[in-house]
């Protein structure tokens, strides 16, 4: 792993962390336990997409381990261990798939994390009553997931184009890069 | 840009579109399940610790004063509890069949059971 790397995984983690300080300071407003929009997905989407699966694994659950720490307890990070490892999961796999866009891999991102907080609850409270949120949480993923898969492709898209403005490459290198859907430095 | 081609716009909208269904039929299907509830059972850890009739009005505290349930007008809601988000405080009323109140933090789920035999007609 060479310098560059490093360091822009630990911007990446650093800014993951700031968006779930945010979030955490947003009072619930649905009484379900669960619901929220996941504001530091937008950073793991964002990795998936410019560095790469494995990347995007290491930060998310880097993210989780030290937002639980800082901000939620040992149970929250059972919740969101289960949740992130299960969204990162669906998500690699149908970004690999190469069918669908950001959106598509964010709503299932958004929708298996649910899941996965679900099936922690089932065994953590040794009950299954609480599939009765499942159609609600299921709705909030999707929801959630839009909004972050839309604003994830609105950054890449802007964070491509300051790239391209900056390195004044030429047409040929872009299109390249473009077709391999990565931007790694050379 | 290639990840807004037209082909995976349209496949998106179908994948949010299937969500979305999905998720509307499954809220119609435990809906159509509900039926009345006679009473509410409280559980920690799975483990039943008490089960409260809806047709008394009362007020109880429960795992040893975690959380504060109170039955009033046939439908429970938890009253009062220690953890700092009070989600189950939140979540409301239930009177249904099947419809939970959870407590994440103190592991407690309070849950509506029993529905037709609360009204047995004696011949």
Redesign the interface.
Known sequence: MDTRKVSQMGLLIALALVLSYIEAQIPAFVAIPGIKVGLANIVVVFALYRLGAKEAVTISLLRVLLASLMFGSVLSLAYSFAGALLSLLGMVLLKRTKLFGSVAVSVVGGVLHNLGQILTACIVLDTNVVVYYLPFLILSGTIAGVVIGLLSSLILNRLDYAREKDSHCDGKHREEDLNKGNFKEK | ?????R???L??AC??LF??V???V??FV?RSREGTGSKVVV?V???EIGSYPLSVDGRYVLNGGSNVLCIEDGSARMVDANCP?K?CV???TVRYT???I?C??N?L?V?VVGGDDSVEIVL
Request: charged share 20%; aromatic share 2%; hydrophobic share 40%.
């Open positions: 840009m290639s990840d807004c081609s082909g995976r716009l496949r998106d994948l949010v969500f979305l999905l998720s509307v499954l809220i435990i559980a850890e799975g483990v988000d989600l939140k979540q409301g099947n419809q939970c959870t994440l933090p592991k789920t849950t």
